[in-house]
């Protein structure tokens, strides 16, 4: 089982999605800042929780929880491209990236009077919102949209997203066990053969 650290800085909505998709594998949430409301979910749910301020902070949790997958969720300071390189680390944009990046999104996306958006799930990188993108999830404009009716609406599908994302990137790093006899047979053969 691969153990998950989250970060947030504040409401914390993806991190309880999250929480409620990965019980036993989130480990820890650290937050940036002491007053984030999500730091609540963390409590609630009996999971270790750190405000952290720098990188260092962050990587002695990692070490301490035995870390292998690292999701940011609303986690307002950069990482460092060392720091992305070294872990697998996740983000989640509401904008279909790579259109959209940085803040005030939403506002953005109707002032360009997009037909769709949505949100994304990527491999974060030293760089704001970039990185492989993992998964995506697209939502239509209606008319007479708000900045606040595309939050909640594309907020929805992020809740929806980041769970199926996170399973994806576990599916390609957790240890298998379910190897098929010619799996089997064809490693002892490269064994034997060396
Ligand atoms: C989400 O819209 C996420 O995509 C963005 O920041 C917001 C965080 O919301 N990166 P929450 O803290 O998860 O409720």
Same mark, same amino acid.
């Given at each position: 089982?691969?153990?998950? $650290?989250? %970060? *947030? #800085?504040?409401?914390? +909505? /993806?991190?309880? +999605? ?5 019980? @036993? ?7 940036? #800042?002491?007053?984030? !409301? ?10 270790? !929780? ?7 902070? *962050? ?15 609303? !986690? ?6 060392? !720091?992305?390189? =070294? ?12 259109? &959209?990046?940085? %803040? /005030? ?18 491999? $974060? ?14 939502? =239509? ?7 606040? +009716?595309? @939050?909640?609406?594309?907020? /929805?599908?992020?809740?929806?997203? &980041?769970?199926? $994302? ?12 379910? &190897? ?6 064809? $490693? ?7």
């Amino acid at each position: 089982m691969i153990n998950i $650290a989250v %970060l *947030i #800085s504040g409401r914390g +909505s /993806n991190l309880l +999605s999250i929480i409620k998709s990965f019980k @036993e594998q989130v480990k820890v949430v650290m937050s940036s #800042s002491p007053k984030a !409301f999500g730091l609540r979910y963390a409590e609630e749910y009996k999971i270790p !929780f750190k405000v952290i301020e720098s990188e260092g902070q *962050i990587i002695d949790e990692i070490n301490k929880y035995n870390i292998g997958l690292i999701c940011m969720a609303g !986690f307002m300071k950069k990482l460092t491209n060392d !720091f992305t390189k =070294k872990y697998k680390v996740l983000n989640i944009h509401p904008s279909l990236l790579p259109k &959209y990046k940085g %803040l /005030n999104v939403h506002k953005q996306v109707l002032d360009n009077k997009e037909e769709y958006t949505g949100c994304t799930v990527h491999y $974060a990188t030293g760089e704001l919102d970039s990185g492989e993108i993992i998964m995506q999830s697209q939502v =239509k404009i209606d008319k007479g949209e708000t900045i606040e +009716s595309l @939050e909640r609406k594309v907020l /929805n599908e992020e809740h929806k997203l &980041y769970p199926k $994302a996170i399973r994806k990137v576990l599916n390609t790093i957790q240890p298998r066990y379910d &190897y098929t006899t010619k799996e089997i047979i064809e $490693a002892m053969d490269r064994i034997n053969a060396r």
